[in-house]
C-alpha cells in the first residue's frame, strides 16, 4: 500500500529544474533489497536502479547505478572511471559522505557531485526508477533527463 505522497529532496530538485518524474512510495519499515523495491512496485527489476558508492585507489569517490538484481563487478567498475582498483564504502561513512542512508541513496542531491556511472542498460529503458533519497520513495525519469541533471556516463560495469 502506497503511503502518503511526499516530498524528498530529490523530487524538489527535479521540480526546481522542471524535470518530469513519477514518484512512486512502498510501505516498508527499513531498508529492503533493490528486488524487493522492484516487487513491491510491480516493476521490471532491470529498470530499478540502485545507487551504490565506491572509493577508488586514489581516494576519489564515484557512483554507480545498476539494476536492482544484479552486482556490482569491481574490476568492471575501475576500469570505467579508469582507476586501479574501486571498493565499496562502508554503510557509516555514506551519510556523512552523500548524506544519504543505506536503503536511501540517490544519484541526484548527495552533499557533493561524485562522478557517477550508470550501467549501459540503463539508456535501453524510456524510463529508469532509482531512489529519491528516502527509503520507501523512489522517482522515475528518463535516463536523458537525469544525465541532464547529474554528469552519468555509461559503462558495463556488472557481474
Known amino acids: 500500500m502506497a503511503k502518503k505522497e511526499e516530498k524528498t529532496n530529490v523530487m524538489r530538485i527535479l521540480e526546481q529544474k522542471k524535470i518530469p518524474y513519477t514518484a512512486h ?8 533489497s ?13 529498470q530499478v536502479f ?3 558508492v565506491t572509493q577508488g585507489a ?13 552486482e556490482l563487478d569491481l574490476k568492471k567498475g575501475a576500469k570505467a572511471v579508469g ?23 540517490s544519484p541526484i542531491g548527495m552533499k557533493k557531485q561524485f562522478a557517477t556511472t550508470a550501467h549501459f542498460t540503463a539508456k535501453n529503458f524510456p524510463t529508469v526508477i532509482f531512489s529519491a533519497g528516502k ?25
Not at 582507476?83 to 541513496?105: R, V
Not at 527509503?135 to 557481474?159: C, N, R, W
Open 25 to 32: 512510495s512502498y510501505a516498508c519499515s527499513g531498508a529492503v
Open 34 to 46: 533493490g528486488t524487493e523495491v522492484a516487487e513491491l512496485l510491480g516493476q521490471n527489476p532491470a
Open 50 to 52: 540502485k545507487t551504490l
Open 58 to 70: 586514489s581516494k576519489s569517490y564515484y557512483v554507480f547505478m545498476i539494476p536492482v538484481a544484479e
Open 83 to 105: 582507476e586501479k582498483s574501486i571498493a565499496m564504502i562502508k554503510s557509516k561513512e555514506l551519510l556523512p559522505l552523500t548524506g544519504y542512508i543505506h536503503g536511501g541513496c
Open 135 to 159: 527509503i520507501g520513495y523512489q522517482v522515475e525519469l528518463s535516463f536523458e533527463d537525469l544525465s541532464g541533471i547529474i554528469p552519468v556516463g555509461t559503462a558495463d560495469v556488472t557481474v
